[in-house]
């Protein structure tokens, strides 16, 4: 497995890192040590000190509660302004969820609409390898409070009507 603190802390960390097998372990080491430009011993010593004081899981269970509040809130105005629409998937965890169009529009019409709106978001499409077209969005949560949430599925849906 490989990841990066930089979207469960913040970009400018910069530190990632790989769970592997105790036999890849040598390898992993010299790799790292051909390809590594830039040392970031103190930072990882301040990481390490801050999850083994448990600020990092109590860091992520409150991001958690804020997201699952926020995806709450889209679901909510979805529902209310995009009914017979719009249906936008349930998800429990993660930052973005999938918006399925119930309308005739294409997943690249349905981006243009939602940007000349001032919504930023992505067809569907542009994921898709073996469907031409899912038509729907991809619609982010995690960066919005509530009251911009609304305000975006309120304008989402007069971009669509």
Known sequence: MVGSF??????GLRIGYIVAPPALADLVVAF??????????????????FIDGGHLSRHVRRMR???????????EAAT??????????????????AAHLKNSMSSNDAEKAASAAGVETLGLDRYAMSVTDPKGLL???????????????????????
């Open 6 to 11: 930089s979207k469960l802390l913040f970009p």
């Open 32 to 49: 790292r040590l051909q390809t590594d430009f830039r040392a970031v011993h103190l930072e990882q010593a301040v990481l390490a000190d």
């Open 65 to 75: 509660e804020i997201y699952s509040c926020r995806h709450a809130v889209l679901l």
């Open 80 to 97: 209310k302004y995009l009914a017979g629409v719009l249906e936008v998937d349930n998800v429990h965890c993660g930052l973005y969820t």
């Open 139 to 161: 619609l982010g949560f995690a960066s919005f409070d509530e009251a911009a949430i609304r305000g975006g599925i309120r304008r989402l849906a007069r971009a669509f009507r």
